[in-house]
């Protein structure tokens, strides 16, 4: 009998690496816009969740943060940039024994998580600061950004909208004259004349 003979890959194959598939999906749970306090010292807590596509966490997963090697930034306990943890039971994996440079600023943390031929990323956002600048920074942002504002604004706009029109019914004995408009904009409602 002929013994048949095998194909060996040639060195080139061999050395192809797998196709990735960005099919895992990294979420921040934590870290993202919150401030690592320089002058106390605290650092915010980084940690975040790998799903695959359905949302199913991922546990095992080899999960990459890496801080940046220039600008505001920070290090872990054996002075690198990067740490690689992996995930639990739950897809959580967080970033553990670091502390932030003294440079003042956003510090953008890139997060890759990898299992077999699966891999996904995202980017956290932490501020490098002190107790006193985060205090600038909340009292900083506009008071039109909080939902209750928006919702009690816009609410009062529609109720004194409704007012105006009932008020306006009354007053002409239950019909609305023709050619009146009532319209709402920013700055409260306005009773106009005809068109």
Do not use: C, Y
Request: glycine letters at 14%; a positive charge.
């Amino acid at each position: 009998m002929r013994a048949q003979a095998q194909a060996t890959p040639s060195p080139a194959q061999a050395a192809k690496p797998a196709v990735m598939s960005q099919s895992l999906r990294v979420l921040a749970l934590t870290g993202n816009g919150e401030v690592n306090d320089l002058e106390g010292r605290v650092m915010a807590p980084l940690v975040v969740n790998v799903l695959d596509q359905n949302g199913r966490p991922i546990e095992g997963a080899d999960v990459v943060f890496r801080f940046p090697v220039s600008g505001p930034s920070a290090t872990f306990a054996d002075g690198s940039t990067s740490q690689t943890v992996r995930s639990n039971a739950d897809g959580q994996a967080g970033a553990s024994g670091w502390m932030a440079n003294s440079q003042l600023g956003n510090v953008r943390v890139q997060v890759t998580a990898t299992q077999g031929n699966e891999m996904g990323g995202t980017v956290i956002t932490m501020i490098n600061g002190s107790r006193a600048s985060a205090q600038d920074l909340r009292k900083s942002k506009s008071w039109w950004s909080s939902k209750w504002v928006k919702i009690g604004v816009i609410g009062g706009a529609a109720a004194a909208t409704g007012l105006s029109i009932w008020a306006t019914h009354r007053g002409s004995g239950g019909t609305v004259a023709s050619g009146t408009t009532v319209s709402a904009s920013p700055g409260g409602p306005t009773i106009g004349g005809p068109r």
